[in-house]
């Protein structure tokens, strides 16, 4: 008898073709959606100097990069605005000429078989950079929505595919439903920022958003690291106020919580891979510490496997080119 098992899982490994043929989670880049970071002007892009690669530009310079991720096959963009002005209300946010509205007008224009998510918060568009009105040092729920809301109906008249409210108020998503059925927009799905945990990770995207709280923190309405039973009720709950896709946000430290999720919702999962990850692999691969390449497409392999079917992220376009070709 032999000394070795009959099953020898080194078989399947010997070559490039078994390990494809016998692969078991798969990345395509029509599971990639890519952020963008717009504002009025023409010709303007300001790179993020925390984020390689990535800028601030007008929507000229924004219709390059949706060209750019289309042509590699990227399933979408997300919107994120830089108004001109901002105030305690963050009023830009349901301008009707403001730089999202204005950019998806653009992209649904230009591009229209791109799916054009919006990005529905008020960080960016306050004063003092919290997600909502701010009063004796708190984030009010109720009287949020109601901005919300309107930020929400402004991005589906101008034609957004899909609208993505990422503030963590309470009961948003059935509010958002409930307007956009009452306006006509019964077909826009929603996006929900599910399970968005307050922590380190969000640094970078604070400079290309220009959204960093002049006091405090996000602690008091966004989710605490150590949740994962909470994680999961607040996506059941999203999901029984009439979200379409959940999600999980940051996607690499919380893959335990990305699983869950996809488990008892058995929805669409999406998972936002953060600036603070994509950072961290940037800059590690510019000092030459790693393979940037193979550790990028791993950190997003890991997020699939975890059971994402969408991922977030500001490798879209250089990871759907690597994936086109092999």
Not at 46 to 52: K, R
Not at 215 to 233: F, I, K, L, P
Not at 251 to 260: C, K, M, S, T
Request: aromatic share 6%; net charge negative; with cysteine.
């Amino acid at each position: 008898m032999s000394q070795f098992p009959e099953y020898r899982p080194r078989r399947l490994r010997r070559t490039a073709a078994l390990r494809n043929l016998v692969r078991e989670t798969r990345l395509h880049p029509s599971q990639l959606i890519l952020p963008l970071f717009v504002r009025s002007g023409k010709g303007i892009r300001t790179p993020v100097e925390s984020m390689t690669g990535v800028a601030q530009t007008s929507i000229d310079e924004m219709l390059k990069d949706a060209r750019a991720a289309r042509d590699a096959g990227v399933g979408g963009v997300l919107l994120f605005g830089i108004p001109d002005t901002k105030d305690a209300t963050g009023s830009s946010a349901w301008d009707e000429k403001g730089p999202v509205q204005e950019a998806v007008r653009a992209l649904k224009r230009e591009i229209p078989d791109l799916v054009v998510v919006t990005d529905v918060c008020m960080c960016e568009y306050t004063d003092h950079g919290h997600c909502g009105i701010l009063r004796d040092g708190e984030v009010v729920n109720d009287e949020t929505i109601e901005l919300l809301v309107k930020e929400a109906l402004s991005h589906a008249r101008a034609g957004a595919d899909i609208v993505a409210p990422s503030d963590m108020m309470d009961g948003r998503v059935a509010a958002i439903r409930d307007a956009l059925d009452a306006q006509g927009y019964q077909h826009t799905p929603i996006m929900s920022y599910s399970a968005k945990f307050a922590g380190p990770f969000y640094g970078p995207f604070r400079e290309a958003a220009e959204s960093a709280p002049k006091s405090g923190d996000r602690r008091g309405y966004q989710m605490d690291a150590g949740n994962g039973d909470e994680a999961v009720r607040e996506a059941m709950q999203d999901v029984a106020e009439g979200a379409d896709i959940v999600m999980v946000k940051p996607a690499g430290p919380f893959l335990d919580v990305i699983h869950r999720v996809k488990e008892a919702t058995g929805y669409p999962v999406a998972a936002y891979q953060v600036s603070g990850e994509f950072a961290m692999i940037q800059a590690a691969a510019e000092r030459g510490w790693i393979d940037g390449e193979r550790t990028m497409m791993d950190s997003l392999l890991s997020i699939r496997r975890a059971g994402a079917d969408i991922i977030i992220t500001y490798f879209a376009t250089t990871a759907a080119r690597l994936l086109a070709a092999r």
